[in-house]
């Protein structure tokens, strides 16, 4: 039911959005612009993290409610492909099968499975944002740092990333590049749909996507996505 969903990935794509922003950041603050160093280190944080193996949980929530969760050890193959195995998941519903009953409980049932393809549809396309496309956000996109007590980052703000009045805002570590956040905020159906994807470190390893957050208030759907539990592969 949610195979599209949990292929997906949400939020991991993002992690090279955060490479490129650095890069043409620093190049249109006329810096020296180290974009072989920046996709080289894009390049070696996604090697690295085919070295280990991870759990991943996929909740879906409808109304408040836990409709589904499922658990999943990650890997990557040996060509570089992402590859999951569902360890668990939630039992389906029984749901009424004949009569009237039946006939609004599977046509319930389609249209909820339509919004999670959706959704996943949205999270797939801006974590593969086109070179072009990001060129384009980070040419009216605003820089600003933000200096906390424990952490230097820069927030990149912008709009009209792939659809006329969305917004993207990536905060990345003023001091090593890492990515730290992303906001978007776009629409399915010209409803709201908001993605938060949150990320950190492995103890002297590389940066992954511990945490992502797509929220569809207007149907009361919420989808989560954790990583964790991350082991170098033997």
Do not use: C
């Amino acid at each position: 039911m949610y195979t599209r969903l949990v292929r997906s990935g949400i939020g991991m794509g993002i992690a090279l959005l955060m490479f490129q922003a650095v890069a043409l950041s620093e190049q249109m603050e006329s810096k020296p612009a180290p974009i072989q160093e920046a996709q080289q280190a894009q390049q070696q944080n996604a090697e690295a993290l085919r070295q280990y193996t991870w759990k991943s949980r996929t909740e879906i929530r409808k109304g408040g409610d836990t409709k589904n969760v499922r658990l999943a050890l990650v890997r990557y193959d040996r060509y570089g492909a992402l590859q999951k195995t569902q360890i668990s998941s939630t039992p389906q519903q029984q749901l009424p099968t004949r009569g009237l009953r039946g006939l609004i409980a599977q046509k319930k049932k389609e249209d909820f499975i339509e919004t999670l393809d959706g959704l996943a549809a949205v999270a797939e396309a801006y974590a593969e944002i086109p070179a072009d496309a990001m060129r384009r956000f980070l040419s009216t996109a605003s820089f600003t740092p933000e200096f906390g007590s424990t952490q230097k980052l820069l927030r990149i703000s912008g709009s009209n990333v792939l659809k006329p009045g969305d917004s993207m805002t990536l905060w990345i570590d003023a001091t090593t590049r890492k990515q730290h956040r992303v906001e978007i905020r776009t629409n399915l159906d010209r409803k709201p749909v908001r993605i938060v994807s949150e990320f950190a470190d492995l103890a002297a390893g590389p940066t992954y996507m511990a945490h992502s957050v797509v929220d569809y208030p207007s149907e009361g759907v919420t989808l989560i996505t954790e990583n964790f539990d991350y082991e170098r592969a033997r």
